[in-house]
T-cell receptor, first 115, second 111 residues
Framework: ETGVTQSPTHLIKTRGQQVTLRCSSQ?????VSWYQQALGQGPQFIFQ???????GRGNFPPRFSGLQFPNYSSELNVNALELDDSALYLC??????????????FGPGTRLTVL | GNSVTQMEGPVTLSEEAFLTINCTYT??????LFWYVQYPGEGLQLLLK?????DKGSNKGFEATYRKETTSFHLEKGSVQVSDSAVYFC??????????FGTGTRLQVFP
């Protein structure tokens, strides 16, 4: 069973640029959630995708957007980067089709630094 | 609203000591409760969970009991090891759409 993978591992951007982060969900999982974890903090929910549609969103501005593809992989896009966007971005996958439907399994994260 | 409060860290222990990390929550309805662990430079790993009142989650010697009357989900381990050094996050999900995390508690175990 393949776990959740994310790419790239690290990324450095400058303020105002745009970034795309990628996530492959765990085999058999149909739901992907994204979280932002600032240094020394707990992860904050950005949004969730299910069946290629956004299925819940946290308190993040519209410049944070996402996609889910038919194979359940996902992208997180952030436009007009700000210094405060520097964080670890975590992707988590889960399945609505199992008894463990509310368990989310996390990838290793992408460390984004905005200069 | 929904929120999770964890004890401040770091928690510093000697190997084989008893561990307790306190977690309390505020939630509407009947949330599921989780403990996740994050090792340095890594993502989060699910440690244990409980889905209803009085459930006990357990894994790798760690335990936590869902106490609805005190809205708590304290993490315990009888004998910690150096390899348990990590950051521990308590979390809840009121629905299936998102996890709400506490701020994390760093555990440092010394030989």
């Amino acid at each position: 069973e393949t776990g959740v993978t994310q790419s790239p591992t690290h990324l450095i951007k400058t303020r105002g640029q745009q970034v795309t982060l990628r996530c492959s969900s765990q085999s058999g999982h149909n739901t992907v959630s994204w979280y932002q974890q600032a240094l020394g903090q707990g992860p904050q929910f950005i949004f969730q995708y299910y069946r290629e549609e956004e299925n819940g969103r946290g308190n993040f501005p519209p410049r944070f957007s996402g996609l889910q593809f038919p194979n359940y992989s996902s992208e997180l896009n952030v436009n007009a980067l700000e210094l405060d966007d520097s964080a670890l971005y975590l992707c988590a996958s889960s399945s609505t089709d199992s008894s463990s439907y509310n368990e989310q399994f996390f990838g290793p994260g992408t460390r984004l630094t905005v200069l | 609203g929904n929120s999770v409060t964890q004890m401040e860290g770091p928690v510093t222990l000697s190997e084989e000591a008893f561990l307790t990390i306190n977690c309390t929550y505020t939630a509407t309805g009947y949330p599921s409760l989780f403990w996740y662990v994050q090792y340095p430079g890594e993502g989060l790993q699910l440690l244990l969970k409980a889905t209803k009142a009085d459930d006990k989650g357990s894994n790798k010697g760690f335990e936590a009991t869902y106490r609805k009357e005190t809205t708590s989900f304290h993490l315990e381990k009888g004998s910690v090891q150096v390899s348990d050094s990590a950051v521990y996050f308590c979390a809840l999900t009121p629905y299936t759409d998102k996890l709400i995390f506490g701020t994390g508690t760093r555990l440092q175990v010394f030989p």
